[in-house]
């Protein structure tokens, strides 16, 4: 299969809302009057960001998940996608699944692929991904103020609990393993409570490296401190209650360090954290149920700089917690 058969049958879709799709040398998108465009790009590569025996569809899914997790966190609609693949050869049974899992994603967001570039070479996903959000309401990373909530969506750890069982460093049971890879392999981008969270939150961000990393972020940005109670955040962790108590994997010490670990700098989540005035609970809650899923308040913005976790008393805990980067882990 040449270069053009493959990009043809995998990849070349009708269009509806962009003025020109696949098969020319740009694609051609409208510009809404009183929009502004948001864009956001995310490389996958294989050994760094993914298994190479990973399921192609699950792949497919993840590399515009992610994505599209970076609109949600600016609170811009989805609107169109490119795709740049670097395949080592053209396997249909690969392409065929790889294709579905990223055009099913796509359909279910209306955001459609319209271009892209197709190379021989070590398996590389560049997805680009544009959205709209009106001008000047995007959620930015500067917007906290202290005073502020701190809230996160879903749940957070999980992703990493698999990973760290799939690199043989802890062993799961199989159930809670499939439970947990759920998660890695096939994150949810919450695009519908970030479009809920305009004029809501005051500032957001999605978590990919990590709770603390990526609320640091927000931080830094904003020029504001937080604190975080850790007693609510271990919560957080789905599988808590199947690596804690009486029948849990690890005795008690191990399961709320391991537990905590995973919340606070555990990455791939894909869940959003994001900021609000105390004056905004009752329109964050409205938002959670427009985005279909529940936030859990695990803070506040503070004026003095730094991040603080606390327990449930208010009393320090220290932060041994450090978020992913690829440069400084290695
Ligand atoms: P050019 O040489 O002008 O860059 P190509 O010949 O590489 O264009 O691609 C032909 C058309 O197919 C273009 O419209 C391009 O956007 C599209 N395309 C190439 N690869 C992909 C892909 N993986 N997914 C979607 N569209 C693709
Ligand atoms: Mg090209």
Redo the contacts with the bound molecule.
């Keep these: 299969m040449g270069?053009?058969e493959l990009?043809e049958r995998f990849?070349?879709r009708p269009v509806r809302k962009a003025a020109l799709g696949?098969?020319?040398?740009c694609?051609l998108l409208h510009c809404a009057p009183g929009m502004q465009m948001a864009i956001s790009t995310d490389l996958l590569v294989q050994g760094r960001h993914f298994f190479p025996d990973v399921d192609p569809f699950a792949l497919g899914h993840k590399a515009l998940a992610v994505n599209l997790s970076d609109l949600a966190a600016c609170g811009a609609r989805p609107l169109a996608f490119?795709?740049?693949?670097a395949l080592p050869q053209a396997r249909e049974e690969w392409l065929e699944p790889f294709s579905r899992g990223l055009l099913v994603l796509a359909d279910d967001h209306g955001c459609e692929?319209?271009?892209?570039?197709?190379t021989l070479g070590p398996l590389n996903i560049c997805v680009t991904v544009f959205g709209e959000v009106p001008t000047g309401q995007a959620l930015l990373r500067s917007g906290a103020k202290p005073g502020d909530d701190i809230y996160v969506s879903g749940t957070l750890g999980d992703a990493y609990l698999a990973l760290k069982s799939l690199l043989g460093e802890l062993a799961l049971p199989d159930a809670l393993l499939a439970k947990t890879r759920q998660r890695l392999e096939r994150p949810t981008p919450r695009v519908a409570l970030g479009l809920a969270l305009r004029g809501v939150a005051s500032a957001a961000a999605d978590i990919s490296d990590g709770l603390l990393g990526d609320l640091g972020h927000i931080l830094e940005q904003s020029g504001v401190g937080a604190s975080l109670d850790t007693s609510v955040a271990i919560h957080l962790l789905a599988a808590y209650a199947d690596i804690s108590g009486a029948s849990g994997l690890f005795d008690p010490s191990q399961s709320t360090a391991l537990a905590l670990q995973c919340v606070l700098s555990g990455g791939d989540d894909y869940e959003l954290v994001f900021t609000a005035p105390a004056a905004q609970r009752a329109a964050v809650a409205t938002a959670a149920l427009q985005g279909g899923v529940a936030v859990t308040r695990l803070g506040q913005i503070d004026s003095a700089p730094g991040l603080r976790l606390v327990d449930g008393h208010g009393h320090a805990v220290a932060n041994q917690f450090a978020s992913f980067d690829h440069f400084a882990n290695g």
């Design positions: 270069e053009f990009i990849f070349k696949v098969g020319d040398d694609a490119t795709l740049a693949l692929l319209i271009g892209g570039d197709t």
